[in-house]
Nanobody, 111 residues
Framework: QVQLVESGGGLVHPGESLRLSCVAS????????MSWYRQRPGKERELVAG????NYTDSVQGRFTMSRDDAKKKVYLQMLNLEPEDTAVYYC????????WGQGTQVTVSS
């Protein structure tokens, strides 16, 4: 059983930055197979940064960067120049072993 725990969300103003973290409980997994998703109000969950940052959704390209520390089993999502449209619950995902999700962390961008 893999547990994923996200942190770092909060309330920020447009143009500000946040850094999300996600730590996995199982040391046997590889963070290369972890991704970030988000679910905006009234929308379906969508991929934000896939496969350790190999790809990004168009709306965050150039503003969001995913990184990882495999030794610590952590992935990060650095979010710059946040926009109100980035308001969402952000989830990390591990695609192996049938797939696991964290509980999510709320990001609210509002003036």
């Amino acid at each position: 059983q893999v547990q994923l725990v996200e942190s770092g969300g909060g309330l920020v103003h447009p143009g500000e930055s946040l850094r999300l973290s996600c730590v996995a409980s199982e040391f046997a997994i590889s963070t290369a197979f972890m991704s970030w998703y988000r679910q905006r109000p009234g929308k379906e969950r969508e991929l934000v940064a896939g496969r350790a940052g190999a790809n990004y959704t168009d709306s965050v390209q150039g503003r969001f960067t995913m990184s990882r520390d495999d030794a610590k089993k952590k992935v990060y999502l650095q979010m710059l120049n946040l926009e109100p449209e980035d308001t969402a619950v952000y989830y990390c995902n591990y695609e192996g072993l049938g797939g696991y999700w964290g509980q999510g962390t709320q990001v609210t961008v509002s003036s």
